[in-house]
C-alpha cells in the first residue's frame, strides 16, 4: 500500500494543490490504483516556499506542477502498475 499526501496548507493550495489533488485522483481511478493508494492531505508540511508540495510514501516532492505530477506519480508508483 502507497500513500500520497498532498500539502493542502494555504501557500501549497494557492500555488497548484488544489488541482494537483484533482490529478492524483483521477491518475489513480485511470490506472486502477485507488485500493492501492491512500490519497491524505496535511495543513502544512514547513516547506512552503518550495510548494506546491506532496509526498509520495516519505519522498517528498516539490514545486510539484500539473506537467509533472502524471511523471512522479508514475514513476514512483510503477511497482504498482
Given amino acids: 500500500m ?3 499526501t498532498v500539502c493542502m496548507g494555504s501557500s501549497c493550495f494557492s500555488r497548484g494543490n488544489a488541482m494537483n489533488a484533482e490529478i492524483v485522483q483521477r491518475f489513480l481511478a485511470d490506472k486502477g490504483l485507488t485500493e492501492k493508494v491512500t490519497v491524505k ?27 509533472t505530477l502524471e511523471d512522479i506519480l508514475g514513476h514512483e508508483l510503477e511497482a504498482l502498475l
Fill in 41 to 67: 492531505g496535511c495543513l502544512c508540511d514547513g516547506q512552503c516556499k518550495n510548494g506546491p508540495n506532496l509526498h509520495v510514501n516519505d519522498k517528498l516532492f516539490s514545486h510539484v506542477s500539473p506537467e
Fill in 2 to 4: 502507497a500513500t500520497i
